[in-house]
């Protein structure tokens, strides 16, 4: 959170899914708000990558995909 507070380049965020980021939407909301230098969220979704605009997520209901779950997907464990 430090560096897109602080750096002067454009950011692209990827996460693991929408829950790997937040289940709660307006958290997505504050986060473009605060931090201008994010333009796009890319979220893996394992077979394929979809890139979201910040200007998207904050005028239209794209921001409602990340009020998928309760919790984040369980990955493999190193036994």
């Known amino acids: 959170m430090k560096f897109m507070k ?19 939407p307006p958290q997505v909301t504050w986060m473009l708000e605060e931090h201008k ?9 394992g077979y394929k990558i979809e890139t979201l605009h910040r200007d998207d997520l904050l005028n239209d209901k794209n921001v ?9 997907v369980k990955r493999s464990q190193h036994g």
């Not at 002067?8 to 709660?24: C, E, F, P, R, W």
């Not at 230098?37 to 979704?45: D, E, G, N, Q, S």
């Not at 990340?66 to 919790?71: D, E, Q, T, V, W």
Request: aromatic fraction near 8%; hydrophobic fraction near 45%; glycine fraction near 2%.
């Open 64 to 72: 409602e995909k990340f009020a998928c779950r309760k919790a984040t």
């Open 6 to 24: 602080t750096t002067k380049k454009s950011i692209i965020l990827v996460v693991l899914d929408y829950a790997g980021l937040t289940t709660v």
């Open 37 to 45: 230098r994010l333009k796009y969220i890319a979220v893996h979704h």
